[in-house]
């Protein structure tokens, strides 16, 4: 029936003529007696099943094919979509990094974190690079004000220990 509707249809396209609508349902009966012609001889599914029986081991067998088919399946979809929160996870961290470096205070903070401020001392780094020496000698043996020299070491050729202090006890020291 829904075969004659879509044959007719079709005709309607190509145009109103008579013959077409004709042909169009004597092709669809036709089709549809050939369709019942086939299956009639065909066996039945009782016959079949008597002529090809199944065995327990392929019952078995085609049952946890199909079980690890759906297994697989479901285990694809929960690693992808945990692919697609870890994405949107850092996305969201690159867009925070980026609006907290963009302001000034939240930046100064980032950055001490990271390099390393200690609460009772700080650690730089001088390069022995400067051109002459008397630079070097000025900033050690003289301090700015209220800072005075309290002792000096040589452990080896290279390295050399001064410590200074204030009038609070804080202390000053280069290595």
């Not at 650690?123 to 900033?139: L, M, Q, V």
């Not at 000096?152 to 202390?171: A, C, K, W």
């Amino acid at each position: 029936m829904n075969k004659n509707k879509k044959l007719h249809t079709v005709s309607k396209r190509n145009g109103n003529n008579i013959n077409e609508k004709h042909f169009d349902a004597i092709m669809a009966a036709a089709i549809e007696e050939s369709v019942a012609k086939e299956m009639e001889s065909l066996p039945s599914r009782e016959e079949l099943d008597k002529l090809y029986p199944r065995s327990y081991a392929f019952d078995t067998r085609v049952m946890n094919m199909i079980k690890d088919a759906e297994g697989n399946t479901q285990g694809r979809g929960i690693v992808n979509n945990l692919k697609k929160i870890a994405a949107v996870a850092c996305l969201l961290v690159m867009v925070g990094m980026v609006s907290l470096m963009s302001v000034e205070s939240s930046r100064n903070l980032i950055f001490n974190t990271f390099s390393g401020s200690y609460d009772d001392f700080a650690a730089g780094d001088a390069n022995d690079n400067t051109p002459d020496e008397d630079t070097r000698e000025t900033i050690i043996n003289y301090p700015s004000e209220g800072i005075v020299y309290v002792i000096g070491h040589m452990l080896d050729s290279q390295t050399v220990i001064i410590i200074y202090s204030n009038e609070p006890g804080e202390r000053l020291i280069l290595q």
